[in-house]
């Protein structure tokens, strides 16, 4: 389940900034499958990026804190 997590805010910051930098040059003209292309990338990249991002943001809180409870109990 982490895996996917990973992969999809990977994948939609990938997306995002493809159709972001595709915009800024001017080669995402309407009617082409470049402009195509960077549309459906937002499309499914914005609801993986608001939800994979915050899902993983509480698992590595979870994670420093139970570390920081736990390794003193371990450390003699």
Known sequence: MLSRRLFAASAAGAAAAAGASAVLAGEAKAQT?????????????????????????????LLSTITLVIAPLLIP
């Open 33 to 61: 499958a470049l402009h195509d292309a960077t549309v459906v990338g937002d499309t499914v990249g914005d609801p993986f990026k608001d939800t994979a991002g915050p899902s993983l943001h509480i698992l590595v809180k």
